[in-house]
C-alpha cells in the first residue's frame, strides 16, 4: 500500500551540486511530496511448507530546492528502493540535470559554432557519448566552412586547413583523430568513452581557442609604433 505526505522534508538543507555556481553548495527544501511504501514482491513456501512473503520497500521524496548561494530554483527527486543494489538503493534524480560540464564562454566564436558547441555540452551533460561525438564532428565541419574550406569531404578540408596555414601539422594530426571518434560514432554506432569525450571536448575547445579566441583578443591589443 502506497501513501503519501505533504512537506516531509519541507525546512531541511542539504548539500548538494549547482549547476549555476558550478560546485557543491547548500540547498534548502522549499517543498516536497513524499510517497513511501511497503508491498509484498513475492511468497513462496519453504521445506516446512510454511508460506514466506517476499517485501520491498520504496521512499521517493519529490523536492522544489533554492540553493543559498545564487537563489536558483530547480527540481530534485530523491529514491530510494530495497530492489535497487547499487548505492545501497538510493539515488537522486535532478532537473536540470547536473552540468558536470560546465561550457565556456567563448567571446569570438560565430554564433552559429556556439550553438553547436553549447548543444554538445548539453548531450554531454547528459551521457549522450554517441551524439556527442557526432557535435564535436560537426564543429569541426563549422570551423572548416567558417575558415572557407568547402571542397570535399572532411578529410580534405582538414588538410586543406593545414595547407592554408590556419592549422599545424600537429594540430591537422588531432584533428583526424576527432573526426575518427565521430565516424566511429556515426556509422558504425560505436559508443565512445566518457574518456575519449572528455579529451575530445579539451581538444576541440583548445581549438577554438587558438583559431578564434586568441586571435580575436590579440586585435584589440594596441599597435604600437617602432
Known amino acids: 500500500m502506497c501513501s503519501g505526505n505533504e512537506n516531509i522534508s519541507k525546512g531541511e538543507t542539504i548539500r548538494i551540486h549547482c549547476n549555476k555556481c558550478g560546485r557543491d553548495t547548500n540547498h534548502q527544501v522549499l517543498m516536497d511530496y513524499c510517497e513511501t511504501a511497503t508491498d509484498i514482491l513475492d511468497s513462496a513456501s519453504d521445506f516446512t511448507l510454511k508460506r514466506i512473503d517476499y517485501t ?3 521512499n521517493y521524496d519529490y523536492q522544489i530546492i533554492r540553493c543559498f548561494g545564487c537563489d536558483t530554483i530547480s527540481y530534485r ?8 543494489e547499487d548505492n545501497d538503493g538510493y539515488w537522486e534524480e535532478r532537473y536540470p540535470a547536473i ?3 560546465i561550457k565556456k564562454g567563448f ?3 560565430p554564433s552559429t559554432l556556439i550553438q553547436i558547441y553549447e548543444e554538445v555540452i548539453m548531450t554531454y551533460n547528459n551521457n549522450g557519448f554517441i551524439l556527442c561525438a557526432a557535435g564535436i564532428r560537426a564543429v569541426l565541419e ?4 567558417n575558415k572557407g574550406i568547402t571542397d570535399g569531404v572532411l578529410d580534405k578540408k582538414i588538410n ?13 594530426n588531432i584533428m583526424h583523430k576527432l573526426r575518427f571518434l565521430g565516424n566511429d ?5 560505436q559508443i565512445p568513452t566518457k574518456e575519449e569525450i572528455d579529451a ?3 581538444i576541440i575547445e583548445n581549438i577554438i581557442e587558438s583559431l578564434y579566441e586568441i586571435l580575436g583578443k590579440a586585435s584589440i591589443l594596441k599597435q604600437k609604433e617602432k
Open 56 to 58: 520491498f520497500d520504496f
Open 77 to 84: 527527486s530523491y529514491k530510494y528502493n530495497s530492489e535497487v
Open 99 to 101: 552540468e558536470s560540464k
Open 107 to 109: 567571446k569570438y566564436l
Open 142 to 145: 563549422g570551423i572548416c566552412k
Open 160 to 172: 586543406n586547413m593545414r595547407e592554408q596555414g590556419f592549422i599545424s601539422q600537429q594540430q591537422e
Open 185 to 189: 560514432a556515426l556509422h558504425d554506432l
Open 200 to 202: 575530445a571536448l579539451d
